[in-house]
């Protein structure tokens, strides 16, 4: 069975998880695990918004030409 956070829906569960990472990483680690996680997820989304951009631009470029 693979583990995927889609099945963590109820409060109980996700007091699980939140106990678990308190154990493993710390209580001291915490925020700074949180805050490079939220980093890493902006900068993603930033990568991701830039190529969907790219993309458009050359949709568009490629479109421009045809006509």
């Not at 889609?6 to 805050?35: H, N």
């Not at 980093?39 to 990568?47: C, I, L, Q, R």
């Amino acid at each position: 069975m693979i583990f995927s956070l889609a099945y963590l829906g109820s409060p109980a569960q996700w007091m699980v998880l939140i106990l678990a990472c308190l154990v493993i990483f710390g209580a001291k680690r915490l925020p700074e695990l949180a805050r490079t996680l939220g980093k890493a997820v902006g900068e993603f989304g930033k990568a991701r918004r830039e190529f969907e951009s790219a993309l458009k631009e050359a949709a568009e470029e490629k479109k421009e030409n045809r006509e």
